[in-house]
Nanobody, 123 residues
């Protein structure tokens, strides 16, 4: 059983940056970042393959967010630049015991482990 702990959230002005971290208690295969705004469904933001060589992004964050991982530290990052008020949400990382195709990675049911989330607020 893998435990995931997110950190790095906070309050930032529009146009600013944040770098989220997802620290795992052990090796994680595939990892995704998701977010959930009040009154909305949880949605996929980005995902990274086990090696870090393949990444996926939802259209609204392409060119602004970058997902990466350091397997020596069992940590996955989400660098968020040019933040917008619509990026405001609780951000969660999740780990899966499989890798996904381009159309599959946002499916929440494919992930086995979830963190508790970190709040990102863009004013």
């Amino acid at each position: 059983h893998v435990q995931l702990v997110e950190s790095g959230g906070g309050l930032v002005q529009a146009g600013g940056s944040l770098n989220l971290s997802c620290a795992a208690s052990g090796y994680t295969y595939s990892v995704g970042w998701f977010r959930q705004a009040p009154g909305k469904e949880r949605e996929g933001v980005a995902a990274v393959s086990p090696s870090g060589g393949t990444t996926y992004y939802t259209d609204s964050v392409k060119g602004r967010f970058t997902i990466s991982r350091n397997n020596d530290k069992n940590t996955v990052y989400l660098q968020m630049n040019s933040l917008k008020p619509e990026d405001t949400a609780m951000y969660y990382c999740a780990a899966a015991e499989q890798w996904f195709g381009a159309s599959e990675w946002p499916d929440l049911s494919g992930y086995n482990y979830w963190g508790q989330g970190t709040q990102v607020t863009v004013s």
